[in-house]
């Protein structure tokens, strides 16, 4: 004879039985998936453990995701290898990936698009006897200097990085942090053509239209 089951009696039957499992498991990559997917898996356990800036901070691999997500939908790029680069721009940068160990997982177009949106720090001689705001001017300079020389497909993937950076910025930056961001926003757009990506480029113009009264860095 069955006797009735109550409704926690059911809930504590079930749970012995069903276990809750992760949507993407971190421990491993997807299997047969494409690059893009092992790319954006890879990415997220890369960042796992870093966060955005500002009170109530989103975890940091969204904005790798975001970034993406312009490159292939306000940019039009679908070719994979940018795409992969668009999620792993950070990687070498914030994470301390190696180029060829991108290399070895995600080929040398990726690896080398990735090198390039990765910010190269001034040696110690070149900082030796400088003040804080004399590092930031070397630094914005060496980072225009970069972007000058970069591929139209890593222009592209900047871009978006400044877009989606620059509209946090306006949100967790205040005082002079928040006017030189503007500014250096500004240099970024001069040296990044239109044409790159007309929409990006004008989304971002319009969250700077004015030129920051402070100007850190004269002559650059």
């Known amino acids: 004879v069955l006797l009735p089951m109550s409704a926690a009696a059911r809930i504590r039957a079930m749970s012995k039985v069903w276990q809750p499992r992760l949507c993407y498991d971190l421990s491993m990559p ?22 955005r800036d500002g009170e109530h901070p989103l975890p940091y691999a969204t904005h ?7 490159v292939r939908h306000m940019a039009g790029i679908t070719e994979e290898s940018v795409l992969c680069a668009a999620v792993l721009h950070d990687t070498i940068e914030d994470c301390g990936v190696t180029v060829e160990e991108l290399k070895e ?9 990735v ?4 910010r190269k720090e001034p040696s110690a001689n070149e900082i030796q006897g400088l003040t804080k705001d004399e590092i930031w001017c070397l630094r914005h300079y ?5 972007i000058r020389t970069m591929s139209p497909q890593a222009l592209a993937v900047k871009l978006a990085d400044r877009y989606s950076n620059i509209k946090e910025s306006l949100k967790t930056k205040t005082g002079p942090k928040r006017e030189r961001y503007i500014w250096q926003t500004r240099r970024i757009l001069d040296a990044i053509p239109k044409e790159i990506c007309p929409v990006l480029w004008d989304l971002t113009t319009e969250l700077v239209p004015a030129e920051p009264t402070t100007v850190p860095c004269e002559g650059l």
Do not use: C
Request: net charge negative.
């Open 30 to 51: 997807p299997e047969s998936s494409s690059a893009l997917q092992e790319a954006l898996w890879f990415a997220v356990k890369q960042h796992r453990g870093q966060n």
């Open 64 to 70: 790798p995701v975001e970034v993406l997500m312009l």
């Open 105 to 113: 997982r995600f080929g040398s177009q990726v690896a080398k698009m």
């Open 115 to 118: 090198e390039e949106l990765s």
């Open 142 to 146: 060496l980072l225009i200097q970069e």
